[in-house]
Nanobody, 119 residues
Framework: VQLQAFGGGLVQPGGFLRLSCLVSRSIFRSSDLGWFRQAPGKQREFIAR???????NYADSVKGRFTISKDAVENTMYLQMNSLIPEDTAVYLC??????????????WGQGTLVTVSS
């Protein structure tokens, strides 16, 4: 498996959660990485990207609430999600974005991890 997301679950509005994406070593070292999500009945959307050099950019919908990071020792990318709202409910996925806005990705999509924000 080249990228595998995990860490989802049920969280109350206003709560927080951290997702992880385990990345194969070769991809981790050679690629930008990104988080995406797909809510029920909606199209998949880009959330955040981190470049090989550590620069980051975010979708407006999560800016200021979510933080993307990575750990080169663990070959893992993270998504810290704070101040969660019900609209954040979605399957969260990771991939290799080929552009700034994550319009195109390099790899086939995995299963992702489900985040449900509900009281």
């Amino acid at each position: 498996v080249q990228l595998q997301a995990f860490g989802g679950g049920l969280v109350q509005p206003g709560g927080f959660l951290r997702l992880s994406c385990l990345v194969s070593r070769s991809i981790f070292r050679s690629s930008d990485l990104g988080w995406f999500r797909q809510a029920p009945g909606k199209q998949r959307e880009f959330i955040a990207r981190i470049t090989r050099g550590g620069d980051t950019n975010y979708a407006d919908s999560v800016k200021g609430r979510f933080t993307i990071s990575k750990d080169a020792v663990e070959n893992t990318m993270y998504l810290q999600m704070n101040s969660l709202i019900p609209e954040d409910t979605a399957v969260y996925l990771c991939n290799v974005p080929l552009d700034y806005a994550g319009t195109y990705v390099r790899l086939l999509w995995g299963q992702g991890t489900l985040v449900t924000v509900s009281s």
